[in-house]
């Protein structure tokens, strides 16, 4: 899965980064006109637009990764990309609810008395939870067909979550969850300290890399997911 993904990856589309560049200039435009409330709000409006479109795309990755596709998907039908990827960012929220209620409670513990580690510790338990499950909901959602409350058939994904093995559960997430979390945010934030040259390469070379390889291998952990489930089935049907 991991060199596939790679190699998916080096195969990603213009038509992404022509998004990441428009992206990156309305971000650009907004340090720009601070002091202009209305365009601002005009320009922020545009952003968020473009965010649902990002996300709608990857996670199109993830779904045609899941039904067997080997190139990255096209950008068709902007007004479709837009609703789904706020249905997307919505399922986010709702399984983040947990550990961010947990980490305001932490900051206020903090701010009027102090660290309290058994909160912290519980935000961190709630927070990796709560990641793992929307990975697996965004996976069962798009071998679905994107229909969003299957996103929260809770009992379903924790089935297809234990069908694979415990080595290959913990190495396939610890993948995602360390470029997601980890290397991506630590990337950009780099680049964001140096010089607006070597900025620039980094927005449009290996962050968006990051981000199609992330999405291209949860897409490969739900078809391996898919496809022990069928040889289950198939099974059954010899036996009986």
Same mark, same amino acid.
């Given at each position: 899965?991991?060199?596939?993904?790679?190699?998916?990856?080096?195969?990603?589309?213009?038509?992404?980064?022509?998004?990441?560049?428009?992206?990156?200039?309305?971000?650009?435009?907004?340090?720009?006109?601070s002091q202009?409330?209305?365009?601002?709000?005009?320009?922020?409006?545009?952003?968020?637009?473009?965010?649902?479109i990002?996300?709608?795309?990857?996670?199109?990755?993830?779904?045609?990764?899941?039904?067997?596709?080997?190139?990255?998907?096209?950008?068709?039908?902007?007004?479709k990309?837009?609703i789904?990827?706020?249905?997307?960012?919505?399922?986010?929220?709702?399984?983040?609810?947990? #550990? /961010?209620?947990?980490? *305001? &409670?932490?900051?206020?513990? $903090?701010?009027?008395?102090?660290?309290?580690? =058994?909160? !912290?510790?519980?935000?961190l338990?709630?927070?990796?939870?709560?990641?793992?499950?929307?990975?697996?909901?965004?996976?069962?959602?798009?071998?679905?067909?994107?229909?969003?409350?299957?996103?929260?058939e809770?009992?379903?994904?924790?089935?297809?979550?234990?069908?694979?093995?415990?080595?290959?559960?913990?190495?396939?997430?610890?993948i995602?969850?360390?470029i997601?979390?980890?290397?991506?945010?630590?990337?950009?934030?780099?680049?964001?300290?140096?010089? #607006? /040259?070597?900025?620039? *390469? &980094?927005?449009?070379?290996? $962050?968006?890399?990051?981000?199609i390889?992330? =999405?291209? !291998?949860?897409?490969?952990?739900?078809?391996?997911?898919?496809?022990?489930?069928?040889?289950?089935?198939?099974?059954?049907?010899?036996?009986?």
């Amino acid at each position: 899965m991991f060199i596939d993904s790679i190699k998916y990856s080096l195969k990603g589309r213009w038509d992404f980064l022509l998004l990441r560049f428009v992206f990156w200039l309305l971000t650009f435009s907004l340090h720009l006109i601070s002091q202009d409330i209305l365009l601002g709000i005009f320009l922020m409006i545009l952003w968020a637009l473009l965010a649902f479109i990002e996300e709608r795309y990857l996670v199109s990755v993830i779904e045609e990764s899941i039904f067997g596709s080997e190139v990255c998907p096209k950008f068709k039908n902007i007004k479709k990309l837009i609703i789904r990827g706020i249905k997307e960012i919505f399922i986010f929220v709702i399984y983040a609810f947990i #550990p /961010l209620s947990i980490l *305001i &409670v932490l900051i206020f513990d $903090l701010m009027i008395f102090s660290f309290n580690f =058994s909160v !912290f510790l519980l935000f961190l338990l709630s927070a990796f939870f709560a990641v793992i499950m929307v990975e697996g909901a965004i996976i069962h959602y798009e071998y679905n067909h994107s229909k969003f409350k299957t996103a929260f058939e809770f009992r379903t994904i924790m089935r297809k979550l234990r069908s694979m093995s415990r080595s290959r559960f913990i190495t396939s997430f610890f993948i995602v969850l360390l470029i997601s979390l980890l290397v991506s945010p630590l990337i950009s934030e780099f680049s964001e300290s140096t010089n #607006p /040259l070597i900025s620039t *390469i &980094v927005e449009f070379t290996i $962050l968006p890399f990051l981000a199609i390889f992330s =999405s291209r !291998f949860m897409g490969l952990i739900g078809r391996d997911i898919i496809l022990k489930k069928i040889k289950v089935v198939e099974l059954n049907s010899l036996n009986n």
